[in-house]
């Protein structure tokens, strides 16, 4: 396969996980916004941006931090990476340079994906931005099911890459957003708002369920960065997606006959990570703890680049 074949797949990959990611996102935080008082509401919009780090981009557009003006940018605004429109654009233009190779299913997910924001400038109330993030997460399910269904060789290996390397940043980010995501004054650990906080990163990752099957304590937040960090049974989590990456270039090695530094990397971090406790985690700095996890990410995705020559 040449090698920009394999980086337009794997960046397909990286932009339509993260778009749905975003969806999500986005989703959560109106419904956070909506049950929480007005300072905890800011605040959960504000951490919006802190997850997809944008907050110096949305800045420099001088308006307040408040729901219809983060919606907008985070959904509609091209001019940044942050933005769902942004990412689907992306996405679109690299299955586009690889269109043979894709099914019918899978191209039709990332155009009908990419119709929904056609012409679409503003969004009127909180029903159409539910309704807008819906329909991309519709059609980036109905993606990964076309990927699935897909032959199992070097095309869905190099998009589930990507989507691995992606899925792990983002839930990384996503809870080390707490950190960043301060209590209203008055607020008490463990009080409504704080409870509040915990579910929407949850209902982020499709995990609310997925909690009360495995703990049958109440919500926790030591349980839900349990949960998050190292139980491998949940799909986003960063136990899963290390695993699932080292799978992939294993698969990515026997095809091709080639090991090397990325295969080496990704090793390394899933038998770390499967050797971490997340009391040891809390104990010693969660904050840090992703941070340095974000940054091994990092280092990874440009080994894979590295690895696979993509341009």
Same mark, same amino acid.
């Given at each position: 396969?040449?090698?920009?074949?394999?980086?337009?797949?794997?960046?397909?990959?990286?932009?339509?996980?993260?778009?749905?990611?975003?969806?999500?996102?986005?989703?959560?935080?109106?419904?956070?916004?909506?049950?929480?008082?007005?300072?905890?509401?800011?605040?959960?919009?504000?951490?919006?941006?802190?997850?997809?780090?944008?907050?110096?981009?949305?800045?420099?557009?001088?308006?307040?931090?408040?729901?219809?003006?983060?919606?907008?940018?985070?959904?509609?605004?091209?001019?940044?990476?942050?933005?769902?429109?942004?990412?689907?654009?992306?996405?679109?233009?690299?299955?586009?340079?690889?269109?043979?190779?894709? #099914?019918?299913? *899978?191209? @039709? /997910?990332?155009?009908?994906?990419?119709?929904?924001?056609? !012409?679409?400038?503003?969004?009127? $109330?909180?029903?159409?931005?539910?309704?807008?993030?819906?329909?991309?997460?519709?059609?980036?399910?109905?993606?990964?099911?076309?990927?699935?269904?897909?032959?199992?060789?070097?095309?869905?290996?190099?998009?589930?890459?990507?989507?691995?390397?992606?899925?792990?940043?983002?839930?990384?980010?996503?809870?080390?957003?707490?950190?960043?995501?301060?209590?209203?004054?008055?607020?008490?650990?463990?009080?409504?708002?704080?409870?509040?906080?915990?579910?929407?990163?949850?209902? #982020?990752?499709? *995990?609310? @369920? /997925?909690?009360?099957?495995?703990?049958?304590?109440?919500? !926790?937040?030591?349980?839900?960065? $349990?949960?998050?960090?190292?139980?491998?049974?949940?799909?986003?989590?960063?136990?899963?997606?290390?695993?699932?990456?080292?799978?992939?270039?294993?698969?990515?090695?026997?095809?091709?006959?080639?090991?090397?530094?990325?295969?080496?990397?990704?090793?390394?971090?899933?038998?770390?990570?499967?050797?971490?406790?997340?009391?040891?985690?809390?104990?010693?700095?969660?904050?840090?703890?992703?941070?340095?996890?974000?940054?091994?990410?990092?280092?990874?995705?440009?080994?894979?680049?590295?690895?696979?020559?993509?341009?």
């Amino acid at each position: 396969m040449l090698s920009r074949t394999a980086s337009s797949l794997y960046w397909l990959g990286r932009y339509f996980e993260r778009a749905d990611f975003i969806a999500r996102l986005v989703e959560a935080t109106v419904r956070l916004d909506a049950l929480s008082s007005r300072p905890a509401g800011e605040a959960a919009w504000a951490s919006a941006l802190a997850v997809t780090d944008t907050e110096e981009a949305f800045s420099a557009y001088g308006e307040p931090h408040d729901q219809e003006a983060i919606v907008r940018f985070l959904t509609l605004d091209a001019a940044h990476g942050g933005s769902i429109v942004h990412c689907i654009d992306r996405a679109r233009n690299n299955a586009k340079a690889v269109r043979t190779a894709l #099914t019918r299913e *899978a191209w @039709t /997910a990332i155009n009908r994906a990419w119709l929904a924001f056609e !012409r679409r400038t503003d969004l009127r $109330d909180t029903g159409s931005t539910l309704r807008l993030v819906e329909a991309v997460q519709n059609e980036t399910r109905g993606f990964e099911g076309a990927i699935h269904r897909m032959l199992r060789n070097q095309t869905t290996w190099f998009i589930r890459l990507g989507q691995a390397v992606e899925r792990a940043d983002n839930t990384a980010r996503l809870v080390d957003v707490k950190y960043h995501l301060l209590l209203p004054a008055g607020e008490q650990v463990g009080g409504v708002v704080d409870r509040d906080q915990w579910t929407t990163i949850l209902q #982020t990752v499709s *995990a609310v @369920t /997925a909690y009360r099957w495995l703990y049958n304590d109440g919500l !926790r937040p030591a349980n839900v960065i $349990d949960l998050l960090i190292g139980r491998p049974e949940l799909p986003r989590s960063l136990a899963a997606s290390v695993e699932e990456a080292v799978d992939i270039l294993n698969l990515l090695a026997k095809r091709t006959g080639h090991h090397g530094e990325a295969d080496r990397m990704a090793r390394m971090r899933a038998s770390r990570v499967a050797r971490t406790r997340s009391s040891e985690v809390i104990a010693s700095g969660l904050h840090e703890y992703l941070q340095a996890f974000i940054r091994e990410n990092d280092m990874l995705h440009e080994a894979i680049g590295r690895q696979f020559k993509f341009h």
